[in-house]
DNA sequence: ATGTAATTGAGACAAATTCTCATTTCGGCT
DNA sequence: AGCCGAAATGAGAATTTGTCTCAATTACAT
């Protein structure tokens, strides 16, 4: 799990090349906030390198999954949305109104240190996430 | 949070019409085992009530959402998917191969209610899942 | 500078999801 | 038992999201 926010540096780490569509990727993840989705991504990153592909979006974003570098979500969409960093937040999601609250601490050090010796897997990251009623919505209907 | 896995009976409960379409969907989700993407659940809808179309298995796992009485996983797919219950099993996901283990206990009763104070939220269920690398895939590369 | 394997762009392709609207159906109310 | 209105549905078009192929380009070790 990488504390450090310079994505750039842990692909170059890993052996991968730090391309121009790369670079412009790991940009807009860094400074774009978070919750992106893949065409979100793309549309900025084109404002960056005008020239960057779909495919290369996907493909990235892919890559940085796989190494631990950002992790996919799920909010309301059907499009895959991603966060930065393992350790991160996390979300309590509004079912009525898509609301988003983010929370830092989940104490799953534990559980995760637990599951790893249970089935032998080496633990990279994790995601928490929690569904209900916002403050909102309990007043409606 | 619905303990029982009587999802028709918590629909009718919720002021909703047992329609014939949704009952084979609830039929299909109850019985059909768990990991089920939409496009599953049109077919195997289908086979218990032929007209079933597309857009209304759509419409009725969002309606199912939001009552929390099922809930959407994060697999490797494109397709999103769904397990019944929410105080369900989680998961590990394998990063390199996309293998999936399960496990039961979680432990994030306490934290959640210490969020739904925090955030005068009413909590309905929660996901969680571990990100890294399997037993086998640890030998390879 | 050069060679080479990794990476990319473009766009076709495929799959997943959403939308519209005319028609049907559930379930409360006689 | 039948009626009514709101809710729900089916069909398929439209949109969005994600995948794939392959020739051309590029980072980077040497």
Redesign the pocket.
Known sequence: MDTSKNISEAL?RA????????K??VQVLEKGGDHL???EVLTLGRQI?P??????????L??LTTLGLIRPILL?????RYVTGEGGHHHLLCRECGAVFEFERCGAEQLAAELAERFDFQIRGHLLEFYGICRNCQTDD
């Open positions: 170059k052996g991968y090349k730090l391309t121009a569509p790369r412009a990727i989705s893949s065409s390198y020239l960057l592909s779909r495919a290369t979006v996907y493909r990235t892919e890559l309301r969409d059907a499009a895959q």
